[in-house]
């Protein structure tokens, strides 16, 4: 199964940018389907952006579309998610999940990175 690790979090001023990753480890990454959710202080966890296993179709919560790009490398093992034009309502830490299928499509399972957090200072 594959294992995820978040990094790049951190704090930036409203109106910033930042870019965050996800490295996976194992055999499944190229044909796991990989997505951002985030949770702020005393919300729900919530869908951020996703994007398919080539990387030609991408998803996104309505909040975040024009400002957040997902993408991936699959010669690498790493989705990012690169955050624009950021605002004090993005503040949450941020997890990447990956859900991992098989070659018929049925889902054999996700897993989750432990998240980085990401600070927007107004």
């Known amino acids: 199964q594959v294992q995820l690790v978040e990094s790049g979090g951190g704090l930036v001023q409203a109106g910033g940018s930042l870019r965050i990753l996800c490295a996976a480890s194992?055999?499944?990454?190229?044909?796991?389907?990989m997505g951002w959710f985030r949770q702020a202080p005393g919300k729900e966890r919530e869908f951020v952006a996703a994007?398919?296993?080539?990387?030609?179709?991408?998803y996104y919560t309505d909040s975040v579309k024009g400002r957040f790009t997902i993408s991936r490398d699959n010669a690498k093992n790493t989705v990012y998610l690169l955050m624009t034009g950021l605002k004090s309502e993005d503040t949450a830490v941020y997890y990447c999940?990956?859900?991992?299928?098989?070659?018929?499509?049925?889902?054999?399972?996700?897993?989750w990175g432990p998240g980085t957090q990401v600070t927007v200072s107004s």
């Open positions: 999940h990956a859900e991992t299928f098989d070659q018929s499509g049925f889902s054999l399972g996700g897993a």
């Open positions: 194992g055999r499944t990454f190229m044909s796991s389907v």
């Open positions: 994007i398919s296993r080539g990387g030609s179709a991408t």
